[in-house]
Every structure is written in structure tokens, then in C-alpha cells.
């Protein structure tokens, strides 16, 4: 028997240079008073400040918190919901990458269901009231999170990043402007690029894949696979970014419904005990974990191989398997993505968490969707092996 499958997303999405001036239209149907969720790099470049307008043309107060400077925590979701009560605030608009738009995914929910938003983490408390309306406007091409079911915080209780997943946490609207994203300087365009092939690659293996997730899983792959490298090597090339924000909200679009693996499961612990940024995190681990799983995911692998390189002279599905990995390693390589150790972890301090690193993984239940279930053993043999992780080598 087939699995019968559900398929969420936004209700609405305005894609396309110069998107974001579609907003005030967009907003004024939602509500009159807007949270803005944004952080300081995006204030000093300006966009706060086009929002503002845009918002104010229409007729939108605006109030204002501007402090998800980095990976959100439980933190920034109360002081952001303090903001989002005192001002009356009807809207929340999230301008920025992941951290903002997850911590403005956790005020919209919480605004009308109220508690601890650790307490929604697993399906332990469940929303039962519609959240105030969300507009997403990512700045990045990474995270997809304009597009998803998920939001990613970290307990500043127990250094736990809590994942969590239901639908009070899907935008209402996403814009997506590439010509938004050409502000982001190397290093988080690389990092956020693969954060968007972790995605893809995941969402396309997942145990709980489905042929509509495969469809924008396959897709976001080719366009990343095509065009992260121009956007890396000149931000300024408007077609790349424009085809890697496309690949972004597929990929975001794909894992949202399909779900993220074992990458995403190990991923999280590394953030929260070391405050290695999300994509980067992510990267570190993704051949290994590939390596790890391949046998198990030997036919999804030959098809991205066949799809990445399709130039190559290959014939087997092993044989395609294998140049899927190693694309994606040389990939990692060309965009200087580091080991752990590189990142500057030190030996004794993973000696002194990976066995706790490991259950955290697991407890996530991201790694129950890759097709080789890892022990608790195997996790923490994974994060030795991607200590001193070779990019380079074949």
C-alpha cells in the first residue's frame, strides 16, 4: 500500500526582484499593527527601514524588535513577545535570515496560545488558536524558513536546541526578493547554501519522502548544484541569486513536508554546545553522513548523481551514488566549508559532550527518518569522523 501523504504550504507566496514591495498590499489585508522581527545588520543595511515605509504607506504601525542577532533562544521569544503585547500588535513580519523568522514563527503562536515555547517542542502542548498572521521575507537563500512548519530554538536551560514542528508555525505569507539576498557576504552565502542542500538532499531521502517533495527536493538540488558557486564567487550575480533563492524556498518546501535526517539531528547539538552557525553545522556533517548511509539510500543517491553530473560516463547506481558524494564533498571543499576541528572545537571538549551530543540527536527524531537508523554508538562515532572531516580527499 502507498503511504498517504499531506502537503503544506504558505497560503500565499510573492516571489520575484523587487518582491518586497509587494508587502504594504499584502500586510494591510492581515492586520493594522505590524511586530517587525529583524536584527541589527539588517537595520544598518536598510531594509528595516523599507519595510517601515512599506508598512507605513499603507497605513501600519510598526513596533519593533531587533535583537535576533543570532541563533534565536527562548530569550529572545519573551523579550519579542513582551514587544508584540505591549505594542497591540495584529501582524508580525520577520525581515532577515533563519534566526529572525523562526523567532517572529515562535511570537506569532505564542501571542494567541500562550506558555513556553519549549512546551510545544514534540507535540507536548499543541496550538489550538490560530497564530497572529506571519509574513516572511528572508534575506538569505538557506534556511527556507518562510515556507516551513518548523521552528528552531534553543533552550537557554539546557543548551538544547528544540526543534519544533506543527502547523501554528507556517508563515501565512512568504516574500521572497532575491535582490534581498545580494547583501550577504561570502561566508553566509556558502553556509546558508549548503544549509538549502542539506534540505533538499534530506528531504529527498527521508523516510518520509513523498513524489511531491522529491519533485522540489530534485529541482532545489540542480539549481544549487548550478549556481552556488556564482553566487559565492560574485554576490552580485542577480541570476544566481535569484536561482538560489528559488532553490531555497523549494528545499524549505521539500523538508518541510518530507522532513530532515540525521544531518539536521546531529546538527543541532553542535549549535547549541559550540554556537556553530546553522548552515555551517549542517555542512560539516553532510558527506559523512551520506557516507554513513549510502547503501540504504543507494537508489535517491544515483538519481542526484545523475542529476548533478550528468556529463559523467557512469553506469551503475553505485557508480552514480558515489559521484553524488563526491560532488557534494568538493562542493564543501570550494566553499571552505571546515571540519569540526578547523571550526576551532577543541578534542577534550567533544570527549566531554558526545555522548550527550549523541542523545540529543537521537531525541530530536530526525535521524528515525534516514534510511539507515543510527545507534547511539554510530552518532557518536559520526561526530569523531567529522572532527577531522577531509573535504578534500576522494
Known amino acids: 500500500m502507498s503511504q498517504i501523504s499531506k502537503f503544506e504550504l504558505p497560503e500565499k507566496i510573492v516571489y520575484g526582484q523587487d518582491a518586497?514591495?509587494?508587502?504594504?498590499?499584502?500586510?494591510?489585508?492581515?492586520?493594522?499593527?505590524?511586530?517587525?522581527?529583524?536584527?541589527r545588520i539588517m537595520e544598518k543595511v536598510g531594509y528595516v527601514a523599507r519595510v517601515e515605509k512599506e508598512l507605513a504607506d499603507k497605513g501600519i504601525a510598526c513596533s519593533f524588535y531587533l535583537d535576533a542577532n543570532t541563533e534565536p533562544t527562548d530569550l529572545f521569544v519573551d523579550d519579542a513577545l513582551?514587544?508584540?503585547?505591549?505594542?497591540?500588535?495584529?501582524?508580525?513580519?520577520?525581515?532577515?535570515?533563519?534566526?529572525?523568522?523562526?523567532?517572529?514563527?515562535?511570537?506569532?503562536?505564542?501571542?494567541?496560545?500562550?506558555?513556553?515555547?519549549?512546551?510545544?517542542?514534540?507535540?507536548?502542548?499543541?496550538?489550538?488558536?490560530?497564530?497572529?498572521?506571519?509574513?516572511?521575507?528572508?534575506?538569505?537563500s538557506g534556511t527556507g524558513s518562510e515556507v516551513t512548519n518548523v521552528t528552531i530554538i534553543a533552550s537557554t536551560k539546557d543548551d538544547v536546541k528544540m526543534m519544533i514542528k506543527q502547523k501554528a508555525f507556517l508563515p501565512r505569507v512568504a516574500i521572497v526578493d532575491p535582490l534581498l539576498t545580494m547583501t550577504s557576504p561570502k561566508g553566509v552565502t556558502a553556509a546558508t547554501g549548503i544549509d538549502a542542500l542539506c534540505?533538499?538532499?534530506?528531504?529527498?531521502?527521508?523516510?518520509?519522502a513523498q513524489p511531491i517533495t522529491s519533485t522540489f527536493a530534485l529541482s532545489a538540488i540542480s539549481l544549487i548544484t548550478s549556481n552556488l558557486k556564482a553566487a559565492y564567487d560574485d554576490g552580485n550575480n542577480r541570476e544566481a541569486r535569484e536561482?538560489?533563492?528559488?532553490?531555497?524556498?523549494?528545499a524549505g518546501t521539500a523538508f518541510s513536508n518530507a522532513s530532515v535526517t540525521?544531518?539536521?539531528?546531529?546538527?543541532?547539538?553542535?549549535?547549541?554546545?559550540?554556537?556553530?552557525?546553522?548552515?555551517?553545522?549542517?555542512?560539516?556533517?553532510?558527506?559523512?553522513?551520506?557516507?554513513?548511509?549510502?547503501?540504504?539510500?543507494?537508489?535517491?543517491?544515483?538519481?542526484?548523481?545523475?542529476?548533478?553530473?550528468?556529463?559523467?560516463?557512469?553506469?551503475?547506481?553505485?557508480?552514480?551514488?558515489?559521484?553524488?558524494?563526491s560532488e557534494i564533498k568538493a562542493l564543501c571543499g570550494y566553499l571552505g566549508i571546515p571540519?569540526?576541528?578547523?571550526?576551532?572545537?577543541?578534542?577534550?571538549?567533544?570527549?566531554?559532550?558526545?555522548?550527550k551530543m549523541a542523545t540529543d540527536a537521537i531525541a530530536s527524531g530526525s535521524p528515525g527518518n534516514t534510511p539507515r537508523v543510527p545507534s547511539h554508538e554510530e552518532v557518536a562515532e559520526l561526530y569523531w569522523k567529522c572532527f577531522d572531516y577531509d573535504f578534500s580527499k576522494e
Open 82 to 140: 513582551k514587544i508584540c503585547k505591549d505594542g497591540g500588535c495584529d501582524l508580525v513580519v520577520a525581515i532577515g535570515g533563519g534566526s529572525c523568522i523562526d523567532t517572529a514563527k515562535a511570537v506569532a503562536a505564542l501571542a494567541t496560545n500562550g506558555g513556553y515555547i519549549g512546551d510545544y517542542m514534540g507535540g507536548k502542548t499543541m496550538a489550538k488558536e490560530l497564530p497572529l498572521p506571519l509574513i516572511a521575507i528572508p534575506t538569505t
Open 20 to 39: 518586497l514591495s509587494k508587502l504594504g498590499e499584502t500586510a494591510a489585508e492581515l492586520g493594522k499593527k505590524a511586530l517587525v522581527v529583524s536584527d
Open 199 to 208: 534540505h533538499a538532499v534530506e528531504a529527498h531521502i527521508s523516510r518520509k
Open 339 to 355: 571540519n569540526m576541528k578547523g571550526w576551532g572545537i577543541k578534542k577534550e571538549d567533544l570527549e566531554k559532550y558526545v555522548s
Open 262 to 325: 540525521l544531518v539536521h539531528g546531529m546538527s543541532r547539538p553542535i549549535g547549541a554546545l559550540f554556537h556553530v552557525p546553522h548552515g555551517v553545522s549542517n555542512a560539516m556533517l553532510l558527506p559523512a553522513v551520506l557516507e554513513f548511509t549510502r547503501t540504504e539510500a543507494l537508489e535517491k543517491l544515483a538519481e542526484i548523481g545523475r542529476l548533478i553530473a550528468p556529463e559523467a560516463d557512469l553506469m551503475t547506481d553505485d557508480e552514480w551514488a558515489d559521484k553524488a558524494i
Open 243 to 250: 536561482k538560489m533563492s528559488l532553490a531555497s524556498m523549494e
